[in-house]
């Protein structure tokens, strides 16, 4: 909030109450020392000096700031965000459906089955994760009908877990999940794997041998990021384009070993977990430079995704952006208003000032809704 009764709005994800802590205790510190809400600016004074590579709640928390400063410079000149960002370069982008269910990753900080919320999902309208495992050529269709253009699943995660991700890993029941989505819709839509970074590479190149036949997109996250020469000979042993980086850390440092070492077809950028739109846009540059498109992450939340679309059509090398329908027609819309319209396939930016997002006032008023407030004044 500024003097003024503008209002910027951030978000980031996984361990909030670690965030929350960090950016009332530490950061707002260094934000008294600023009297200028220049993102660069701020972006410099809330530099860690420990784990500035990593994502840790230093860095959420820094990137939660970062968004919250453009939306408020972009509600200020009274301007859609990504004019403030210099574009839009196109207009629209295309989306693929990430097949999560309306209870993903909402009970705990890490990526296993455990926390697929699958215990109470039944074969209902956007519980697309119950519909991959069970029934993914009807999802495919309904998912053609809606004109998304893909979809992205992740059958393989089971397999990987029960192996510990080497060569012996039972693969049939996720080929079984691709061959039924290609027999239903054909080449109508593009399929993307998901791999949770759940793999070796053994059992990854395995794995990606095992897959080329169906025509993936992209195989995204097969081993980890940070393990970049195995990443690269994994890349150069297969044919099926490799997409990561959305859990490789802070700013651009951590791309450009990817880049340098030819690792990856796509880099993949949250904008809430590697220090927000002014490192977004450096590490989008920077891409740009290698000849590698950008698809920014999304999974997190409504602001999230918001800034996504601002950043990825206002960039030379977006190429498209994730969207969770299931949470795109659930929670987001409980909790906010002015989400980026979603349709015939392609996302559009809001015109609105800002990145378009604001949270309802029965979200904020609700007994269930905790608040926090830090003043910068001194008052």
């Not at 707002?28 to 600023?34: G, K």
């Not at 029934?135 to 990987?160: C, N």
């Not at 399929?191 to 995204?220: C, M, N």
């Not at 007994?367 to 407030?373: I, K, S």
Request: aromatic letters at 8%.
């Amino acid at each position: 909030h500024d003097s003024e009764g503008n209002v910027g709005l951030g978000e980031t994800f996984y361990g909030a109450s670690s965030v929350e802590h960090y950016v009332h205790e530490t950061a707002s510190a260094s934000l008294r020392e600023s009297r200028d809400a220049s993102p660069e600016r701020v972006a410099r004074l809330l530099s860690s000096y420990v784990g500035f590579s990593g994502s840790g709640a230093e860095v959420r928390g820094n990137s939660a700031i970062d968004i919250a400063l453009w939306d408020l410079l972009s509600r200020r000149a009274g301007l859609p965000l990504r004019r403030l960002l210099g574009g839009p370069v196109v207009d629209s982008i295309p989306v693929y459906n990430t097949c999560a269910g309306n209870n993903y990753v909402n009970a705990e900080s890490r990526q296993r089955s455990s926390n697929w919320g699958l215990r109470d999902a039944r074969s209902g309208r956007f519980e697309d994760l119950w519909r991959f495992l069970n029934e993914p050529g009807a999802l495919a269709r309904d998912l053609v009908d809606e004109g998304y253009r893909g979809m992205k699943v992740w059958p393989f995660d089971l397999a990987a877990e029960e192996s510990n991700g080497n060569q012996s890993a039972d693969l049939r029941f996720g080929l079984g999940v691709l061959e039924e989505i290609r027999e239903t819709v054909g080449d109508a839509i593009d399929i993307y794997v998901e791999l949770h970074s759940l793999w070796q590479p053994k059992g990854a190149e395995r794995l990606l041998r095992a897959i080329q036949p169906f025509d993936i997109t992209w195989a995204e996250d097969p081993i980890r990021a940070d393990r970049t020469e195995a990443l690269a000979s994994l890349r150069a042993a297969t044919d099926v384009p490799i997409a990561t980086g959305e859990n490789v850390g802070a700013g651009f440092n951590a791309y450009k070993p990817l880049f340098d070492a030819r690792a990856i077809d796509v880099a993949i950028i949250d904008i809430g977990w590697s220090g927000g739109i002014t490192q977004a846009l450096k590490t989008a540059s920077l891409a740009d430079h290698y000849g590698i498109p950008v698809a920014p992450h999304d999974c997190t939340g409504p602001v999230s995704l918001a800034v996504a679309a601002h950043v990825v059509t206002s960039i030379p090398n977006g190429m498209v952006q994730e969207v969770a329908r299931a949470f795109y027609h659930g929670w987001y819309g409980e909790m906010s208003d002015g989400v980026p319209l979603v349709a015939n396939g392609v996302i559009t930016p809001s015109e609105a000032p800002g990145h378009g997002v604001s949270l309802t006032e029965g979200y904020l008023s609700s007994p269930d809704t905790r608040r926090r407030l830090t003043r910068l004044d001194g008052e």
